[in-house]
């Protein structure tokens, strides 16, 4: 798991995947969203690339 720490950031540039993010919104109950946030602090990432890596392990599309 990198997280693209010592790599230069440049607007709408992706680092850790081969396309930039976007700016979404999701609705989540309190308990899962800090659940998210527990469990992305675990993991030294940010609740938004805890995400990430869930929907990808998981997911069985792709784009």
């Given at each position: 798991m990198s997280t693209g720490k010592g790599k230069k950031r440049i607007?709408?540039?992706p680092v850790l995947y081969d396309e930039p993010?976007?700016?979404r919104g999701i609705m989540l109950t309190?308990?899962?969203?800090?659940s998210?946030?527990?469990?992305a602090v675990?993991?030294?990432i940010s609740a938004s690339e805890y995400l990430e890596e869930i929907i990808?392990?998981?997911?069985?599309?792709e784009a």
């Open positions: 607007k709408n540039t993010k976007k700016k309190d308990t899962a969203w800090h998210v946030q527990e469990l675990k993991n030294n990808r392990k998981y997911c069985v599309t």
